[in-house]
């Protein structure tokens, strides 16, 4: 059966990147009020899409932007087979700066063998896989082989703030047995990865203040604490000469990653060289004791996101400054508990004599880390249809970055997902010229009509 | 003699107040090109008021903004009394926030006993002192008591670029015994201070570089050095747990108080509580061992005067920066060198491990620390003046900022500045609403009429 769908996806591949023209000349950005209009729009033409491939599509207005919810119609498909989720995110990052486009961002072009456009690979180009998968079952057979259901949002890149009370309050049109989710990247252009392990988030917005105005340094320097000084001198101390993060018990809850992980990570031929050379730069540095590939994906990290207060424009100006101001945040490894170490953090910072500045401390999101069983009839399933399509078994491996709806799913709804992304390095998301390469498009669509039949196999 | 100047002046201050309202409603803003065609006005209109007291006037262009000379006619006054330089500037501090002015800030009105204006205080009112006690004494005497030689710049505001190679390359115009300035603060409203000891200061712009781009802190966190990290972590040794400056030989040449002056100044009757509560401070904080008073004039002091680089708008963006900086200044003591200290903080910052990130250093201008003798027979001469104007004597105090062209006088002229100032802490320099009060513009009027006079009593 899986032929004729490959088939179909092959003599239809024209028709396919016409669709994903459209998708993508949508400018769904979600974050900047001025593009609001557009996120109707892009919900639509998730809804028909999925009409077109024979589910049963529902819009949801939420205090944001819409959410697409769609469902296999329930005389559809075999109960006995697993119950896929697909999440994905309609919505896209702002285009700016727009004079470093060669083409406008919302008029997707095909040139060297890629998609150019703000949302082709993050990530409209690989909701569009799956998209197609579906349609192209539906052309094929008329109908799915396992009940699928989909959630689509619009507000992925300005922070999914209605998502989770979405999931929580449709827990019931939300039962699956696993999710899939395609918005990570390929291990390179021949070897599809599954990321079987994210790390969670923490974020804090850390205002150190005193007096009621910037003060002249001459008249005041040297007699009071300056909150700059103070926050320097704070955040200075975060980590020890081994570069690990000094808060008390920050360490504690994490496990580490087991031996047979270790083993393969380190078979993995990772390039080191390159991934820093890429961002220029100029060697390694972490936390004592671990490679590069161990530090991002297993070992938490901590980062000064920025620096503010006081002077910052050109020249000079002799003030000490009324507050001083970093975002820091924590990428958490598996097991840390974000509320405990956001505690601990914030307990750490209060610890220091600040000599009379204040501080204030507003926290941001937090995410969990994750990391799912890899050996699961899922993951071998979709191992199948990653070989089957890509000639090449894929590698398992986590990511250092955090997708906050993978611990939704499984606080909420209690399952796991797959995370297996057609992206590539270099498909500049989130920057000017973002693209996404025709063979990962053909590849994701290829993929997610073989994931389908692969894990209707799965006896339940 | 000097009783019909002070009656002059006391008969003529009504229209003393009206020129001082001329010269303020001049915009002379230095640092704004789009104030730029009113620093000729000023200095046109300082020019004219030297003539009408009876001195040589010129204006001399400079690559900035004309700086202003005059001298009393060679036939004019005794040439064994001592000559006086008058320093001052016509320029003021842009006026932003304009909607926090009461009334325009280049409409000057007097209410409740000040007369409110950009520059009333700094430096056009003060400067206005010196114009109308030469004015007095030519409408009373038709001559001068002494030599006297008028320096007035429009760049004081901005930086005083032009200022230096100007005193350097009229050396001979510029020949003095002793100079003045008039841009400090009375000790309190009744009580004028001779300032007789200034900071130096030293600037610094720190940036460390790393990555090409911000990058990915999920992507990247924890495998690189992150410049905002090591920032802080350099600069947060920059205090020991004495908060004394940790950079090698810092303290080395500074050169205490001397016990006198140390009396002197425990009986000042400082208030602490209120010159701390002013500005919203809890606490007294600084090198241990010293109190706020000799923290402030003696002591060398460093702020971070403020922290840019990454993200520092609303809420959270998660990257690591391409690179974090900070402005850093010292405040020098007497007989520390601004450029020693320079290459000592420069080879400090330099002599820590920044894990692959690179140090981008910017010096700007350096001003030397000055102490001069207190016990002068300038300084008795104005000590006698302004007791014979305010009934009470002064009180001799040192300064924590800096006044840099006390230094270029000394260093290229090779003489001493008495600093005798008459702004209040109320009157809101380099701020909304600034003012100056009519009692210490008359004051000021008065001292410098009796300062001439005091001055011709000495014998070279």
């Known amino acids: 059966m899986l032929d004729s769908v490959l088939q179909h996806l092959d003599t239809d591949q024209d028709h396919a990147i016409d669709r994903l023209k459209q998708f993508l000349a949508i400018p769904s950005v979600s974050t900047d009020p001025a593009f609001a209009m557009h996120a109707p729009r892009a919900a639509d033409f998730v809804a028909d899409a999925l009409r077109n491939a024979g589910l049963d599509a529902t819009i949801h207005a939420t205090p944001g932007h819409p959410i697409v919810l769609a469902h296999t119609p329930a005389n559809q498909s075999p109960p006995d087979a697993p119950h896929l989720l697909f999440y994905g995110h309609y919505d896209v990052q702002p285009p700016d700066p727009l004079d470093e486009w060669t083409s406008p961002p919302f008029e997707p072009v095909v040139r060297d063998g890629a998609i150019f456009a703000r949302g082709a690979s993050d990530d409209k180009g690989q909701v569009a896989c799956f998209l197609e998968a579906l349609h192209a079952w539906k052309h094929a057979h008329n109908r799915l082989p396992i009940r699928v259901t989909v959630l689509i949002e619009g507000e992925e890149e300005c922070g999914s703030g209605n998502l989770r009370p979405f999931i929580e309050s449709h827990r019931k049109q939300l039962t699956a047995d696993v999710a899939a989710i395609s918005d990570t990247l390929m291990w390179d252009p021949q070897t599809v990865a599954i990321t079987y392990g994210l790390r969670g988030l923490l974020y804090f917005d ?255």
Chains 1, 2 share one sequence.
């Not at 390159?274 to 540095?285: I, L, S």
């Not at 750490?348 to 890899?374: E, M, Y």
């Not at 699961?376 to 399933?381: L, Q, R």
Request: hydrophobic content about 40%.
């Open 206 to 460: 850390v205002q150190l203040h005193h007096t009621n105005r910037d003060l002249h340094s001459g008249m005041y320097g040297g007699t009071l604490a300056n909150p700059a000084n103070v926050l320097t001198n704070v955040l200075g101390r975060l980590f020890d000469d081994c570069h690990r993060v000094t808060v008390p018990g920050f360490y504690d809850d994490v496990i580490p990653p087991n031996e047979g992980e270790r083993q393969r990570w380190s078979e993995l031929g990772f390039d080191e060289g390159e991934f820093f050379a890429r961002v220029g730069a100029q060697q390694p540095h972490g936390e004592t004791g671990y490679s590069t590939l161990e530090r991002k994906w297993a070992r938490p990290s901590c980062d000064i996101n920025g620096l503010y207060g006081g002077y910052a424009a050109p020249g000079a100006k002799t003030i000490i400054p009324a507050f001083a101001a970093a975002k820091v945040s924590f990428r958490l490894a598996p097991n840390q508990d974000p509320g405990k170490i956001a505690e601990a953090f914030t307990d750490w910072l209060k610890s220091h004599n600040t000599h009379g500045c204040r501080w204030q401390i507003t926290q941001f999101g937090a995410a969990d880390p994750v990391v799912v069983a890899s050996d699961s009839p899922y993951i071998t399933a979709a191992a199948q249809a990653i070989e089957h399509c890509s000639g090449h078994p894929p590698v398992l491996i986590r990511e250092g970055a955090t997708i906050p709806v993978v611990a939704d799913l499984k606080q909420v709804l209690g399952i796991d997902t797959l995370l297996i992304g057609f992206g590539l390095a270099g498909d500049r998301i989130h920057a000017p010229n973002e693209n996404f390469k025709l063979a990962s498009f053909t590849l994701g669509c290829r993929t997610y009509a073989a994931l389908l039949d692969k894990l209707s196999h799965i006896q339940r």
